[in-house]
């Protein structure tokens, strides 16, 4: 029987839930790198034990672990996030330049076909690659560099470089996602790019409709499908038919469209999952109820999923990278909240149950099924 | 012989237990201290000191022979001693501003030992 793995980055560490196919026992490691904050870990496709992990602290920086036996062992590889060439500067928060300066890596994703391989979204906002396992990382320059770089400024999470995704019908073709910049793609591997951002509308920017200054919060595809993109902006739902070429709203009938993850169900490309928070300045469940929604009709019309998931008094926050979903049938989906708790489904979202409570915090969540 | 008190991230990191013993040449440094961590556990490379700017990390503070280096040159003689029987010689330090509560994360370079050359003790402006 198939067995799935949860990678849960939090606050102050890592954690790896297990369980077989039917996933209603889960047995719980960790804290891996405990007292560090866990951006991300995700594994490599190719070889589902080796899995990569951003760790990092205000104190000591950036790190980049490495397990080759599914997080049994863990080795610390290459941390050094250099620019291109002369970093220049983006905008700051109040419009004025500010130097390019590396953070910290948001999110880590391995090649589709090379364990060795791996991509990472850091802030301020930039791809870098390996090709070595994580020894050395290498700045896709071309990024930063199309042109619109100087003007991008940070959302409130800072300049982030937080979503990417691979086409896997077409290997050149990368998308990412940028707050607060928008959506690029590539199409000849990372070396150059362009934003994708036809069609969204941000009130909050001087320029609604402008090419880049959209805080994207997280983009989603169906790897059957890759041309159909679900976003979830600051505000809006939003859905392109075409590669990013034009997006569309697909807010619909959620009582509110601001959010951070979005997720397509493993079978169903236009199943789609989000969790409304009720504003922007109060990042919480509307009337204290933590209520993920889906559209199995590609957005626009939208259902609560409650069961198992508390309907009073919850005032947590799930994060853009704290939803994942598995490729088992059915479908499981599974997020992590601000108070940590993780939540999982065995049946595409009709019922919920925690397979843990009270973990730190939860920053992501990534599932791998294992044969 | 300096010796080095990691906090416990960093022994973690590094796979240590307890304090590490680094020879260093003269002149030593707050730089060369760093330097010669580096080299013997690479994992914590990046950690004390920006990778690319090599500045300090803004958190962490230096200490030596309760003398505060944090806002010296790294580049400068690494401590002033002033009695050399007291073990530790040099600490590396941090709390975080937002707390608003010290908690001292000891670290580094000792200077216990009593064979140390009157040319070590003059590069730290131990004479």
């Not at chain 2, 680094?22 to 002149?27: C, G, Q, S, Y």
Request: charged share 25%.
């Amino acid at each position: 029987m198939s067995g799935v793995r949860v990678l849960v980055g939090t606050r102050k560490g890592g954690f790896i839930l297990a369980s077989d196919g039917k996933r209603e026992r889960w047995e719980v490691s960790g804290p891996h790198f405990g007292g560090w904050e866990i951006y991300h870990m995700k594994g490599s496709p190719a070889e589902p034990d080796r899995l990569y992990a951003s760790q990092c602290s205000d104190w000591f920086g950036q790190q980049i672990q490495r397990s080759d036996d599914g997080g049994e062992t863990w080795e610390p590889v290459g941390n050094e996030f250099r620019y291109d060439g002369d970093a220049g500067t983006h905008q700051w928060y109040d419009g004025t330049p500010h130097p390019w300066e590396f953070k910290r890596v948001w999110h880590l994703e391995p090649s589709l076909d090379d364990p060795d391989t791996a991509l990472a979204g850091v802030e301020d906002a930039a791809l870098f690659r390996t090709t070595d396992a994580g020894a050395t990382w290498e700045e896709l320059p071309g990024l930063r560099g199309h042109g619109s770089g100087p003007g991008w400024q940070p959302g409130a999470g800072g300049l982030c470089l937080h979503t990417i995704l691979s086409d896997p019908g077409d290997p050149g073709r990368i998308f990412t996602a940028i707050s607060a910049a928008g959506a690029f793609r590539s199409d000849d591997c990372g070396t150059t790019w362009q934003p994708i951002n036809q069609g969204l509308r941000s009130e909050y920017i001087p320029d609604p409709t402008a090419e880049v200054g959209h805080c994207v919060h997280r983009i989603a595809m169906h790897p059957s499908r890759p041309s159909v993109l679900f976003m979830q902006k600051h505000w809006d739902v939003m859905r392109s038919d075409d590669g990013g070429e034009s997006w569309r709203e697909i807010s619909g009938d959620l009582p509110t469209d601001f959010g951070f993850p979005i997720e397509v169900h493993a079978h169903e490309p236009d199943t789609v999952y989000v969790v409304p928070l009720k504003s922007d300045s109060e990042r919480f469940p509307l009337e204290g109820k933590l209520r993920v929604y889906r559209s199995r009709t590609g957005g626009d019309e939208w259902e609560p999923l409650t069961e198992g998931l508390p309907q009073r008094d919850c005032y947590v926050n799930v994060l853009r990278d704290a939803m994942a979903v598995d490729s088992l049938d059915p479908c499981g989906v599974y997020f992590g909240t601000t108070g940590g708790q993780v939540y999982a489904s065995a049946d595409s979202g009709d019922r919920w149950a925690p397979i843990v409570r009270d973990l730190p915090s939860v920053l992501s969540v990534e599932v791998q099924v294992l044969p | 012989m300096i010796r080095v008190v990691l906090p416990p991230h960093l022994r973690a990191l590094a796979r240590v237990e307890g304090d590490l013993e680094l020879r260093v040449e003269a002149p030593v440094t707050l730089h060369s201290v760093i330097d010669a961590i580096e080299a013997l556990h690479p994992p914590l490379r990046g950690t004390i000191r920006d990778r690319v700017t090599q500045e300090r990390r803004p958190l962490l503070r230096f200490f030596a022979c309760q003398e505060d280096l944090t806002h010296k040159p790294q580049g400068r003689a690494a401590a002033r001693c002033r009695d050399v029987r007291d073990g530790t010689a040099l600490y590396r330090g941090g709390h975080r501003r937002r707390v608003g509560r010290a908690t001292p994360v000891r670290l580094l370079h000792g200077w216990p030992r009593q064979d140390t050359s009157a040319e070590e003790a003059d590069l730290l402006g131990n004479r």
